[in-house]
């Protein structure tokens, strides 16, 4: 049997530089990007061999960019999420989160808690927002925990404490906008992952070019560290 794309994990990365080779302000990338974001996960919803797709939509460290675009993606997040509710479970979309929401506004966190709730019984595809996500952090997390309960620390130990175990590993890691870096983005889970490296930028990504990559994901040898 071929290699099947179960979870596909994406750094939708190039949102701010599409919008500035438009002449327009890099906020209107993320508008843009919203939509792909729309466009991908109703595809995943339909493709039959994907179960989770985890994308990341804003990192620990993207609390350093100017305080009106960290807004903005906020509110962007949290109109997408009243409006796009209806479609995710038209879809069968389940929605959930990784990462550490406490920081967020009250008015996000209700919304990301009421998506969820709306969404849990959907069961088609998981979409997983990573949301001040950062993956060295969850990996010290969660060793931290186990150390605090006396446990020993194994692979297998530590896979189920992640905040991600429920999704199991990542079969795809793509990332767009050219640059090839993982950006401490589910490290652990990808420790056997096909790496995917695109130039186009998230808002110009189409579910054709996800294909051609699940395609070429299929073909690969996956060896698992054997022969
Ligand atoms: C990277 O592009 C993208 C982000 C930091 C945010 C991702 C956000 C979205 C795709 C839109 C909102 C998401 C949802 C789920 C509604 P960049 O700004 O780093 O691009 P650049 O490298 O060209 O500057």
Redesign the pocket.
């Known amino acids: 049997m071929g290699n099947l794309p179960r979870h596909i994990a994406i750094i939708?990365?190039?949102?701010?530089?599409?919008a500035?080779e438009r002449g327009l302000k890099?906020v209107k990338?993320?508008?843009k990007?919203?939509e792909?974001?729309r466009t991908i996960t109703t595809y995943a919803s339909r493709h039959p061999e994907i179960e989770v797709l985890t994308?990341?939509?804003?990192?620990t460290e993207?609390w350093r960019?100017p305080k009106m675009e960290v807004d903005f993606?906020m509110r962007?997040?949290a109109s997408?999420?009243k409006k796009e509710t209806p479609t995710y479970i038209e879809n069968g979309v389940r929605f959930e989160t990784i990462g550490d929401i406490s920081r967020f506004s009250d008015n996000l966190r209700r919304q990301i808690e009421e998506t969820k709730e709306a969404t849990k019984r959907c069961d088609r595809l998981t979409q997983v927002?990573a949301l001040n996500y950062g993956s060295q952090d969850e990996i010290a997390r969660a060793a931290a925990k186990l150390c605090a309960k006396g446990g020993e620390i194994t692979v297998e130990s530590l896979s189920r404490s992640l905040e991600t175990a429920r999704f199991g590993p990542v079969d795809i890691l793509l990332r767009t906008?050219g640059?090839q870096r993982l950006s401490n983005f589910l490290l652990w889970q990808s420790a056997y992952a096909e790496l995917f490296f695109t130039q186009t930028?998230?808002p110009d990504f189409t579910p054709e070019e996800l294909e051609t990559v699940i395609e070429a994901f299929k073909k690969r040898h996956r060896r698992f560290g054997g022969v």
Do not use: P, Q
């Open positions: 939708m990365d190039g949102n701010g530089r599409w500035t890099r990338g993320h508008e990007g919203a792909t974001v994308l990341y939509a804003f990192s993207n960019r993606l962007l997040l997408y999420l927002l906008g640059e930028l998230w």
